[in-house]
């Protein structure tokens, strides 16, 4: 049996539980759980002022009720078990986790898995800007870990990003920006300014329409990629929507950014 927390907050204040993962709650009792320390603002508050509490923390299982759209901070610091929202959720679910797994059934703020290490997130609605960016200042995002966000996402999605995988069912602007390594898959429409400043990493834009490249970018040939057909199937195995055929095609590989070590590769459909 999961542990359980239905949010009671109706605040304009951003709420911030930073710490509460099953791994630092699964030997509390509840009554100990309830007084934990949460951020309203810049104010203190016990989680039983927000969230009624209930269920059995003992099996790294938490479930999260309510409209959570302005609650920040949702699995933070991760390292185990599971957490799943059954709605929305706000910015930064997943920061800087290394294992275990979330799921958010709604939306998503910014910052979803900023820095992640490893585990897995998955998002069944859309997401906000920077998903497995590097924060500022930092010299890279996400390190490891898989990112599955089925529907949009916003700008510089993987900015920054040294390893693990990112599939999102569209995007705004500047898709692995400075990207050190990694891969990311986009399955629907997308911006400009794709892969600047990218040493290294793999990038398919698989939308309707064929985004503008940056003139830092080479074309190298028409090619039938099995790597790519193997993670096609496994993402449908996963229930991930992917709208791509898996069985071989031809696809245009391009090579940059040529500003920077000019290793990186930009897949479209041939």
């Given at each position: 049996m999961p542990l359980r927390l239905r949010y009671q907050?109706?605040?304009?204040?951003?709420?911030?539980?930073?710490?509460?993962i099953p791994s630092a709650v699964r030997d509390?009792?509840?009554?100990?759980?309830?007084?934990?320390?949460?951020?309203?603002?810049?104010?203190?508050?016990p989680l039983a002022e927000m969230f009624e509490v209930s269920g059995d923390p003992s099996d790294e299982r938490i479930e999260f009720e309510g409209d959570l759209s302005g609650v920040h901070r949702i699995g933070s610091g991760?390292?185990?078990?599971?957490?799943?929202?059954?709605?929305?959720?706000?910015?930064?679910?997943g920061s800087e986790m290394t294992g275990g797994s979330i799921l958010i059934e709604g939306n998503v703020g910014d910052w979803l898995g900023a820095q992640t290490h490893g585990g897995r997130i998955e998002v069944l609605g859309r997401a906000g800007d920077s998903v497995g960016a590097a924060y500022r200042?930092?010299?890279?995002?996400?390190?490891g870990g898989t990112i599955l966000v089925h529907g949009p996402a916003g700008n510089a999605i993987g900015h920054s990003m040294r390893r693990g995988l990112i599939a999102v069912g569209g995007a705004a602007d500047a898709v692995g920006l400075e990207m050190i390594a990694g891969t990311i898959?986009?399955?629907?429409p997308s911006g400009i300014r794709h892969g600047a400043a990218m040493r290294r990493g793999t990038i398919g834009l698989f939308g309707p329409e064929r985004p503008p490249l940056l003139p830092t970018f080479r074309h190298a040939c028409r090619f039938r990629p099995v790597f790519l057909v193997m993670l096609l199937g496994w993402l449908r195995q996963q229930g991930y929507p992917c709208p791509v055929d898996p069985a071989p095609a031809e696809w245009?590989?391009?090579?940059?950014?040529?500003?920077?070590?000019?290793r990186g590769e930009i897949l479209l459909p041939a």
């Open positions: 907050g109706e605040t304009p204040i951003p709420v911030e539980i930073d710490g509460l509390k009792p509840r009554d100990d759980i309830r007084r934990l320390e949460i951020f309203h603002g810049n104010r203190r508050l991760m390292d185990s078990g599971e957490i799943r929202v059954a709605g929305s959720a706000g910015r930064h679910v200042g930092s010299p890279r995002g996400m390190s898959l986009v399955f629907g245009e590989l391009f090579h940059g950014d040529l500003l920077a070590l000019g």
